[in-house]
């Protein structure tokens, strides 16, 4: 069973920056595809960004250039370096990890991030 744990979120300013990380309690990490969602109210949830177990990265269009998500295979977290927030950034993101042999899926608790003056 996997386990993930985000942390992270918050209110911040249109502009501003925030860090999310996620912590998964796993006995092979590297063997996961670790990835980041969000959902705003009213909306489907939307992947934001993708690392594979290989490195290769993911990113929706919307948020280019301003999110980078990162991995730490000895520490298993993955990270997501939000810049530029905008209102529309605005939403519960979520933590997910997918495994490269079963394709079984994992989720966190979802933390809030909320961009507004």
């Known amino acids: 069973q996997v386990q993930l744990v985000e942390s992270g979120g918050g209110l911040v300013q249109p502009g501003g920056s925030l860090r999310l990380s996620c912590a998964a309690s796993?006995?092979?990490?590297?063997?996961?595809?670790m990835g980041w969602y969000r959902q705003a109210p009213g909306k489907e949830r939307e992947r934001v960004a993708r690392?594979?177990?290989?490195?290769?990265?993911f990113y929706t269009d919307s948020v280019k250039g301003r999110f980078f998500i990162s991995r730490d295979n000895a520490k298993n977290t993955v990270t997501l370096q939000m810049n530029s927030l905008t209102p529309e950034d605005t939403a519960v993101y979520y933590c997910?990890?997918?495994?490269?042999?079963?394709?079984?899926?994992?989720w966190g608790q979802g933390t809030q991030v909320t961009v507004s003056s």
């Open positions: 997910y990890a997918q495994g490269i042999v079963t394709a079984n899926e994992y």
């Open positions: 796993v006995t092979f990490f590297s063997r996961y595809h």
């Open positions: 690392m594979s177990n290989t490195g290769t990265t």
